[in-house]
């Protein structure tokens, strides 16, 4: 069977692990840097622990990734809740209209009944309780203040539950910021590291990038089908992305974190995924087996499900695999990771 390589990508302006991180550095400059002491270097080496803190930040990115979709659910919840109250409200003052008409009524043909009295209170809801204060008044007018009485109920319900809505969403971007700090933290630790290496150390540290970078330009992952027509799609908006840089929470077009690029592609694709790792992992049909991946599906890494890429064919990922890289073809034996399972849409 034919095979081939992958075309080169249209741009490889981040050829350099230094010189994304600085760019992450940078734009991460605005946060305090968090108050953890350094890794001691000389406990192990530099690049393991710029590693591990990059794996711990891509982790806690995917915690950030889950609260924030959960926030955005919230939001429109909220919303949704709010619009429809304040066209109950309308509809409740034109009732609360014809309930004036009803009592103006009985004021003029000697007074107001102690029904409507009540519906007018601040308690309306008893005066159904009250059957033998009904006599005075007609089927419709007994109709148009239940009406009321009930639509009035259901609106003190939903402003109840957007005002429980709303305390949810606060503590869940008060999560959101713990878990921003947590990450911003760990990257600039990871930054203070590699500005502890010398200029001989920072070249072999850029080398290993653009190593990385060459051998995903000359990947060969063979002619192998996907398994169907919107799968391929999604892998082929994945494949346009190669070279964007690695953003924590980024969605694309130009930037991504690992889920990032999954959702995006396959959205491309008309399909819609959830946004993170773990909840993609739980998506689609699993496939236990990694010798029965076809291109496109997607592949979950690490014991907590804290990374995702699609299978590329022959033995390869296309991923976004770690701040200060880019998204790039890699082996999958190589990549450091554990497979745990595919998934496919």
Same mark, same amino acid.
């Given at each position: 069977?034919?095979?081939?390589?992958?075309?080169?990508?249209?741009?490889?302006?981040?050829?350099?692990?230094?010189?994304?991180?600085?760019?992450?550095?940078?734009?991460?400059?605005?946060?305090?840097?968090?108050?953890?002491?350094?890794?001691?270097?000389?406990?192990?080496?530099?690049?393991?622990?710029?590693?591990?803190?990059?794996?711990?930040?891509?982790?806690?990115?995917?915690?950030?990734?889950?609260?924030?979709?959960?926030?955005?659910?919230?939001?429109?919840?909220?919303?949704?809740? !709010?619009?429809?109250?304040?066209?109950? /409200?309308?509809? $409740? @003052? &034109? +009732?609360?209209?014809?309930?004036?008409?009803?009592? %103006? #009524?009985?004021?003029?043909?000697?007074?107001?009944?102690?029904?409507?009295?009540?519906?007018?209170?601040?308690?309306?809801?008893?005066?159904?309780?009250?059957?033998?204060?009904?006599?005075?008044?007609?089927?419709?007018?007994?109709?148009?203040?239940?009406?009321?009485?009930?639509?009035?109920?259901?609106?003190?319900?939903?402003?109840?539950?957007?005002?429980?809505?709303?305390?949810?969403?606060?503590?869940?971007?008060?999560?959101?910021?713990?878990?921003?700090?947590?990450? !911003?933290?760990?990257?600039?630790?990871? /930054?203070?590291? $590699? @500005? &502890? +290496?010398?200029?001989?150390?920072?070249?072999?540290? %850029? #080398?290993?990038?653009?190593?990385?970078?060459?051998?995903?330009?000359?990947?060969?992952?063979?002619?192998?089908?996907?398994?169907?027509?919107?799968?391929?799609?999604?892998?082929?908006?994945?494949?346009?992305?190669?070279?964007?840089?690695?953003?924590?929470?980024?969605?694309?077009?130009?930037?991504?974190?690992?889920?990032?690029?999954?959702?995006?592609?396959?959205?491309?694709?008309?399909?819609?995924?959830?946004?993170?790792?773990?909840?993609?992992?739980?998506?689609?049909?699993?496939?236990?087996?990694?010798?029965?991946?076809?291109?496109?599906?997607?592949?979950?890494?690490?014991?907590?499900?804290?990374?995702?890429?699609?299978?590329?064919?022959?033995?390869?990922?296309?991923?976004?695999?770690?701040?200060?890289?880019?998204?790039?073809?890699?082996?999958?034996?190589?990549?450091?990771?554990?497979?745990?399972?595919?998934?496919?849409?």
């Amino acid at each position: 069977m034919a095979s081939h390589r992958r075309p080169k990508p249209p741009h490889q302006a981040y050829t350099s692990v230094l010189t994304a991180t600085a760019a992450a550095a940078v734009a991460l400059s605005a946060q305090p840097a968090s108050a953890d002491p350094l890794p001691d270097p000389n406990k192990k080496g530099v690049q393991a622990q710029v590693d591990r803190l990059y794996e711990e930040a891509t982790q806690t990115t995917e915690k950030y990734n889950g609260a924030k979709e959960k926030a955005d659910t919230l939001q429109k919840q909220v919303a949704d809740l !709010q619009d429809t109250a304040a066209r109950k /409200q309308e509809a $409740l @003052n &034109t +009732l609360r209209d014809r309930v004036g008409t009803i009592a %103006a #009524a009985q004021y003029r043909g000697g007074g107001i009944t102690p029904s409507v009295q009540l519906m007018l209170s601040s308690d309306p809801d008893a005066y159904l309780d009250q059957a033998s204060l009904m006599d005075r008044l007609s089927d419709r007018q007994i109709s148009v203040l239940r009406a009321y009485e009930s639509r009035q109920r259901v609106l003190r319900q939903q402003r109840t539950q957007a005002a429980e809505k709303l305390g949810d969403l606060e503590n869940v971007r008060a999560e959101m910021g713990r878990q921003k700090k947590e990450i !911003q933290g760990k990257l600039t630790k990871a /930054q203070q590291l $590699l @500005n &502890t +290496l010398t200029a001989e150390e920072r070249a072999k540290v %850029a #080398a290993k990038e653009e190593r990385a970078n060459r051998d995903s330009d000359r990947a060969v992952l063979g002619n192998e089908a996907s398994a169907s027509g919107r799968t391929s799609s999604a892998f082929a908006a994945a494949k346009s992305r190669v070279g964007m840089p690695y953003v924590w929470g980024a969605t694309g077009p130009g930037s991504f974190d690992c889920s990032g690029l999954t959702s995006w592609a396959f959205k491309q694709a008309g399909v819609s995924i959830p946004r993170t790792s773990q909840a993609q992992a739980n998506a689609g049909t699993r496939i236990d087996s990694l010798s029965a991946l076809k291109p496109g599906d997607l592949i979950i890494m690490r014991t907590d499900l804290s990374h995702v890429g699609f299978y590329a064919g022959n033995g390869q990922i296309l991923h976004a695999p770690k701040p200060g890289a880019q998204v790039r073809y890699e082996s999958i034996a190589r990549s450091g990771m554990p497979f745990m399972w595919g998934v496919r849409f």
